[in-house]
T-cell receptor, first 111, second 113 residues
Framework: GENVEQHPSTLSVQEGDSAVIKCTYS??????FPWYKQELGKGPQLIID?????GEKKDQRIAVTLNKTAKHFSLHITETQPEDSAVYFC??????????FGKGTSLLVTP | DAGVIQSPRHEVTEMGQEVTLRCKPI?????LFWYRQTMMRGLELLIY????????DSGMPEDRFSAKMPNASFSTLKIQPSEPRDSAVYFC???????????FGDGTRLSIL
């Protein structure tokens, strides 16, 4: 089955800096790659997603890039703010139904 | 708009007891998913339904786990009998189908003593 690796497991940045989280996947048939943000005591919330026919997608301070050849995708957060502190999960899916999640990255943005 | 609603938010019970977790998906969403989150294994898909019919239950860990969706607005996940290793946060999610975002509830934190 699909295996999704996520790095780093923890990330600490200063407010205003950029944060980058990277994921690799194993199944070349995967075609949907969402990113979720999870705050303490809450469920994962979708922040951005990308489909395999697109190489990059941006939404304000958040961007995702996809390299299908290398089977990796990355989340980029620019101008980080303390409220960006949370756990971020990447996921990959071949159908949009069974999401295979990475183990998560705990992001801390310090003022 | 109301999101995915799960109840209870917290459940503490003794091993051997039956546990029932409940989920109300977003209205109009045809797909419902049950996930389990633990520190060791992360987020795992247990089962998902399409139009109230179970499609894939390959993630259900044991026969002690069962899930039903009697109608479009309600699903249950039951564990009987419960064991301490079932302690986890259980999430329900829904979407309209296809390659579309899944929307998660805030989960049920289950502790089996």
């Amino acid at each position: 089955g699909e295996n999704v690796e996520q790095h780093p497991s923890t990330l600490s940045v200063q407010e205003g800096d950029s944060a980058v989280i990277k994921c690799t996947y194993s199944d070349s048939a995967s075609n949907y790659f969402p990113w979720y943000k999870q705050e303490l005591g809450k469920g994962p919330q979708l922040i951005i997603d990308i489909r395999s026919n697109v190489g990059e997608k941006k939404d304000q301070r958040i961007a995702v890039t996809l390299n299908k050849t290398a089977k990796h995708f990355s989340l980029h957060i620019t101008e980080t703010q303390p409220e960006d502190s949370a756990v971020y999960f990447c996921a990959a899916s071949t159908s949009g139904y069974a999401l295979n999640f990475g183990k998560g990255t705990s992001l801390l943005v310090t003022p | 708009d109301a999101g995915v609603i799960q109840s209870p938010r917290h459940e503490v019970t003794e091993m051997g007891q039956e546990v029932t977790l409940r989920c109300k998906p977003i209205s109009g969403h045809d797909y419902l998913f049950w996930y389990r989150q633990t520190m060791m294994r992360g987020l795992e898909l247990l089962i998902y339904f399409n139009n109230n019919v179970p499609i894939d239950d390959s993630g259900m860990p044991e026969d002690r786990f069962s899930a039903k969706m009697p109608n479009a607005s309600f699903s249950t996940l039951k564990i009987q009998p419960s064991e301490p290793r079932d302690s986890a946060v259980y999430f329900c999610a829904s979407n309209i189908g296809g390659i579309q975002p899944q929307h998660f509830g805030d989960g049920t934190r289950l502790s089996i003593l």
